[in-house]
């Protein structure tokens, strides 16, 4: 399968500031992508990049058969969507006010959403679970559900592809847990997944391939099962790992290593 | 089992509610305000006219008669009404262009003349006054000076290339803002303190007591123009208060859509300006009330935000024309009414706020 979006020794960063070089990265329908690595790797550099929010300062990214740049706004709006890590907005848009920004690329300059952008606003809603939601100020409902509006905003746009930047970051146990449910939920879709997480735990589990990055560089892709081992993480993080077995036979859970026996290994 | 999907059997699938489209109560609300403003505006003042004589007259204005007293008739075409129509299209303009700045740059507390609109105009104004203009020349020259401060401070905020643009704006906003302060002051030092002072000084605390109906096209025609552009993208004007580039990431035209917003809200801003002087309070406060009212959304708060904002203004220039037996100036009363109101306001309404 071609992949839908392709990014081929890209170099990311703003004018005059290299963050990162000699970057790949393919991304399929139906597949979940994570991005790790340490703060300051690149990671959000990047994807603004693959977003078409910066100018890639080298290499290409390509969208289908074109490159992105040649992408209009809207058009690549239908394609693909952008899921920011989920502050509070400064005004306290109903849920549904908020998805329905989703329609933005569907719709002219001066047009209102009208019934088939309510409906698939509705249906968006629907699909990350938070249909109760709708009526509710995002100022008032939780960091978790807020994320699920941002995601089913996402699909509100009718993309293919759906880029999230920490998903995960700052949201307590349970809705960690909501959210990854609905990144799964989008690729069961066919949608293409890529999502930046610092939780290896989570990419083990959430994702089917991996992509790690240090200093700006691209340490190790491919299946999680094989990048996402302890030895790759002590390599990714510069920092100890303590891997847990399940006797069950799935797959293995990683700690971050912090008592000094443990670190001498 | 390690990837659950939602089942298509979800309890929540049946329990989607009603969702609130809108709070008709809140429009309804300003509608009223509006209503009773002009009932009070026609009918107080030195001269009481009767609810009954403005009826009559209105009724024979319909028929195509005479009118049955002169007098009541002179009072309301050639004073009442069109002061009541420049106060109308002031506070209209005020309250669209300070609820869209508001949500331009994604912050409750900027008012209409945050870049540099209000300054411009002023500068406009005092140099008019300072090289004895007419009365139409001095508010040609506010409202050339307005378009133009902020037409600089665009231009300023554009040669920007780095950091977000809508911060950049409002820096060079700020900054031009006390430069043309300082222009201000230069010319009202250099003014004559007899003559060209004390008016240069009215100018500024606002006023609608020279409305009459010959200058109500050049009033009423720019903010036409420029509330119109602004409820026509009101939907937009949602998504361009999100951060910039959540908001490209959607597929909106960021940079051309807020051309067109800052031009619109200027020309606004510039022609009240020009009109009335400066009148604070009004832009900053009724889109809060607006919101409070009906909700964050443009589509329901712009228009809501136009109504109340002539409704009340209307009032508060009745009030400044009949509370005492000298005029009081207009930007010294909404001063006066709106802070109180504010803060009780604030207090009061802990939710639906923003």
């Known amino acids: 399968m071609t992949a839908l979006l392709h990014a081929d020794g890209l170099s990311v960063g703003y004018p005059g500031r290299v963050v990162g070089s000699d970057l790949s990265l393919d991304l399929r329908g139906g597949e979940v992508l994570a991005l790790l690595g340490p703060n300051g790797c690149g990671k959000t550099t990047l994807l603004k990049t693959v977003l078409g929010l910066l100018p890639a300062l080298a290499g290409s990214v390509r969208l289908l058969d074109r490159a992105l740049s040649a992408w209009p706004l809207a058009e690549r709006a239908r394609m693909v969507a952008y899921v920011p890590q989920g502050q509070a907005s400064t005004f306290g848009f109903t849920a549904l006010e908020m998805v329905l920004m989703g329609r933005t690329a569907h719709l002219g300059l001066i047009a209102r959403p009208g019934a088939k952008d309510r409906a698939i606003a509705q249906q968006a809603l629907d699909r990350v679970g938070i249909a109760h939601l709708a009526a509710r100020s995002v100022h008032e409902v939780s960091g978790g559900e807020r994320q699920l509006v941002l995601i089913a905003r996402a699909l509100a746009q009718q993309p293919r592809a759906v880029l999230l930047d920490e998903p995960t970051a700052s949201l307590d146990f349970g809705n960690q847990g909501l959210v990854m449910r609905a990144i799964r939920t989008l690729a069961g879709e066919g949608l293409a997944v890529l999502f930046t997480t610092h939780d290896p735990n989570q990419a083990l589990r959430c994702a089917d391939r991996a992509l790690l990055m240090r200093g700006g560089r691209v340490l190790g892709e491919g299946a999680v099962g094989q990048v996402i081992e302890a030895d790759g993480l002590r390599a990714l993080y510069h920092a100890g790992v303590l891997q847990v077995d399940d006797a069950a036979g799935g797959p293995p859970v990683f700690l971050p290593e912090f008592t000094d026996q443990a670190t001498k290994r | ?354």
């Not at chain 2, 969702?19 to 429009?27: C, K, M």
Request: hydrophobic share 55%.
């Open chain 2, 1 to 354: 089992m390690e990837h659950p999907h939602r089942a298509s059997s979800d309890p929540l699938k049946g329990a989607t509610p009603a969702v609130r489209q809108s709070r008709p109560g809140g429009v309804s609300w300003a509608v009223l305000v509006l209503v009773a403003s002009l009932l009070l505006a026609l009918t107080q003042g030195r001269i009481d006219i009767p609810l009954s004589d403005l009826g009559q007259l209105v009724w024979s204005l319909l028929q195509g008669a005479p009118a049955p007293n002169e007098q009541v008739q002179t009072i309301l075409l050639q004073v009442r009404g069109p002061r009541a129509l420049a106060a109308l299209a002031v506070g209209a303009a005020l309250a669209v262009a300070g609820a869209a700045f508001q949500g331009l740059f994604r912050n409750p507390l900027v008012s209409p003349d945050i870049l540099g609109a209000s300054a411009g105009a002023a500068l406009g104004a005092v140099l008019g006054i300072f090289f004895s203009f007419g009365v139409f020349g001095i508010q040609m020259a506010a409202f050339a000076g307005g378009l133009l401060a902020v037409a600089l401070v665009y231009g300023v905020g554009s040669t920007v290339r780095h950091g977000d643009p809508v911060l950049v704006l409002l820096l060079a906003g700020i900054v031009i803002g006390s430069l043309l302060g300082a222009g201000i002051g230069m010319v009202k030092v250099l003014a004559d303190p007899y003559n060209q002072l004390p008016a240069m000084t009215f100018w500024l605390l606002g006023s609608l007591a020279g409305a009459h109906a010959n200058d109500l096209p050049s009033l009423i025609a720019p903010v036409a123009l420029g509330t119109v552009v602004l409820l026509l993208l009101r939907w937009r004007m949602d998504v361009m208060s999100l951060p910039e580039d959540e908001a490209r990431s959607l597929g909106a035209r960021t940079t051309c859509l807020r051309l067109l917003i800052v031009a619109a809200a200027t020309l606004v801003t510039a022609a009240s300006v020009a009109a009335a002087g400066i009148v604070g309070w009004v832009g900053l406060v009724v889109p809060h009330l607006a919101r409070f009212l009906v909700g964050p959304s443009f589509v329901r708060l712009l228009p809501t935000s136009a109504v109340l904002g002539g409704g009340l203004l209307l009032l508060i220039d009745t009030l400044a024309r009949t509370l005492a037996p000298v005029e009081i100036p207009l930007g010294i009363l909404t001063a006066l009414i709106g802070s109180p109101f504010f803060i009780v306001l604030l207090r009061r309404a802990s939710r639906g706020w923003t």
